[in-house]
Nanobody
Framework: VQLQASGGGLVQPGGSLRLSCAAS????????MGWYRQAPGKQRELVAS???????NYADSVKGRFTISRDNAKNTVHLQMNTLKPEDTGVYYC??????????????WGQGTQVTVSS
């Protein structure tokens, strides 16, 4: 299963960005989709996740500013990021976990997309 992420870039504090991640390959079902980020010198951390039934989970630092959503028909997950802060800077990775079309399960990572919040 391959993931293709897009939407990163440079934005000023207070601005917005929308990240997208599309999964393709031998997919039977997707259970959970999520976004993680890794700032320089720090460990990768969960930003937000969403289950197949739409239950969301957010890191405390992004609650009220970020919104995760998914399009099950397109195997795509989005992260709308508003009121961005310099501390949101980092490489954002999408992660998708589910079942393969014929057998087995998978957990795949996207290639990472850079988000830089700076004036």
């Amino acid at each position: 299963v391959q993931l293709q992420a897009s939407g990163g870039g440079l934005v000023q504090p207070g601005g917005s960005l929308r990240l997208s991640c599309a999964a393709s390959g031998s997919i039977f079902s997707i259970n959970i989709m999520g976004w993680y980020r890794q700032a320089p010198g720090k460990q990768r951390e969960l930003v937000a996740s969403i289950t197949s039934s739409g239950i969301t989970n957010y890191a405390d630092s992004v609650k009220g500013r970020f919104t995760i959503s998914r399009d099950n028909a397109k195997n795509t997950v989005h992260l709308q990021m508003n009121t961005l802060k310099p501390e949101d800077t980092g490489v954002y990775y999408c992660n998708v976990a589910g079942s393969r079309r014929y057998s087995g399960v998978f957990s795949s990572w996207g290639q990472g997309t850079q988000v830089t919040v700076s004036s």
